[in-house]
């Protein structure tokens, strides 16, 4: 088997099984916050073949690179679960935004924290390739 | 190394991985569907939709679609979702079609792979359940 062949069938091995965690985690939960709070984990293994993938087409640099974007792509996976709301179950009859007075939606998280962080990553990894290139 | 055939000179090795990060990239938006239905599906007496309720009408049980996941998640959120999730198996296929000379032939399959999430909207507005209820009414 040439090393072509073993990168194919490690990627679609990992790959698959990455899927049928992350299905069967999606499937046995029961809102929406459970399913997207199980996602980052059982993505985690189709990152790491990625990165191998990378390392074999492009070298160390890429690899770093890649895996510095599935870092972040992780982190905003597991950001996500902020942006759900807990209860995203069935709702009461009268939801409890009527009852409060400022109206605002509880339990989201607000979305220039979001914008800050997603440019604090950007300017880390523009940072680490610029510090790698020397 | 993308040149290079593989399993028995079937297939290129880059065309094998573009074909992959596609595969992946649809499995990924199957699964996003997959996490936007979990929220629990409501089954109403009759359809808030039509306004002020007459006593005397008969209609059968209105019930919520299984979009109704999505309203529980704030709009970044909602943005984010997919591209967070079909990210690898995106950056796979870039990745392997870089030193690849883009044929007719493979700018037909990205075309098709990119009307996958229209397919999937088109799908959503078809498939509202009770409209024949309404018109019915």
Not at chain 1, 29 to 37: D, F, G, I, T
Not at chain 1, 77 to 94: E, K, M
Request: proline content about 5%; aromatic content about 12%.
């Amino acid at each position: 088997m040439t090393f072509p062949e073993r990168l194919l069938i490690g990627y679609s091995a990992l790959a698959t099984a990455s899927f049928v965690w992350a299905a069967q985690r999606v499937g046995r939960s029961k809102s929406v916050r459970s399913a997207v709070e199980g996602l980052p984990v059982s993505m985690t293994p189709l990152w790491a073949v990625v990165v191998w993938m990378a390392h074999a087409a492009g070298g160390l640099l890429l690899a770093l690179q890649v895996a510095g974007i599935g870092m972040a792509a992780l982190a905003g996976l597991w950001l996500l679960r902020f942006g759900v709301a807990h209860d995203s179950l069935p709702q009461d009859v009268v939801p409890e935004s009527a009852l409060r007075e400022d109206k605002a939606p509880l339990q989201t998280f607000g979305a220039w924290r979001l914008l800050f962080l997603g440019i604090m990553f950007v300017l880390v990894i523009v940072w680490i390739t610029l510090a790698l290139r020397g | 190394m993308a040149d290079e055939y593989v399993f028995g000179d079937v297939i290129p090795f880059g065309m094998a991985m573009i074909l992959c990060g596609a595969l992946t990239v649809s499995f990924c938006w199957g699964l996003s569907i997959l996490v936007a239905s979990r929220g629990r599906i409501r089954t109403w007496i009759r359809n808030p939709a039509l306004g002020e309720a007459r006593l005397t009408e008969l209609l059968p049980p209105y019930r919520e679609d299984w979009t109704r996941g999505l309203r529980f998640m704030s709009w970044w959120s909602r943005l984010l979702l997919p591209v967070m999730l079909c990210l690898p198996g995106g950056l796979v296929g870039f990745l392997f079609g870089l030193d690849r000379r883009m044929t007719l032939l493979d700018a037909l399959f990205y075309a098709a792979l990119m009307s996958v999430p229209f397919g999937f909207l088109l799908f959503i507005l078809r498939h509202q359940p009770n409209e024949a209820d309404e018109a019915s009414s």
